[in-house]
C-alpha cells in the first residue's frame, strides 16, 4: 500500500481545482498519468509512505493510514491539511481525534 502527502501553495488551490482532481480510483489510467505531471508541476512537495505486504497482513489498515498521515503531515509541514479519511461522516470526529 502506498499513500502519498502532497502539498500546495495557497495561491495555486485554484489551479488544482482547475485540474478536476478526484479519487484516482475513479479515474482512467492515461488521466492519472496525465494529472500527475500536472500536479508535479504545481506541487510544493510530494512524499510518499509505503508500507510492505507483512503489515498489511498483521496490522490495521486504518492505524496504517494514520501512521501515513502523520508522517505525512511532519515531512511536509503545512500550515492546514486536507485528509481523504478512510471513514464515513460519522466516523470523522474519532478519526480527527
Known sequence: MVVGAFAIRPE????????GVKDSKLLARKRRSELALALAE?????????????RLDREN???LELEAFAEGIRTLKPTSVFIDAPVGPRGIPRFRD
Open 42 to 54: 504545481i506541487s510544493a512537495g510530494i512524499h510518499l509512505i509505503e508500507f510492505p505486504p507483512e
Open 12 to 19: 495555486d488551490l485554484p489551479k488544482l481545482l482547475a485540474l
Open 61 to 63: 489498515l486504518n492505524d
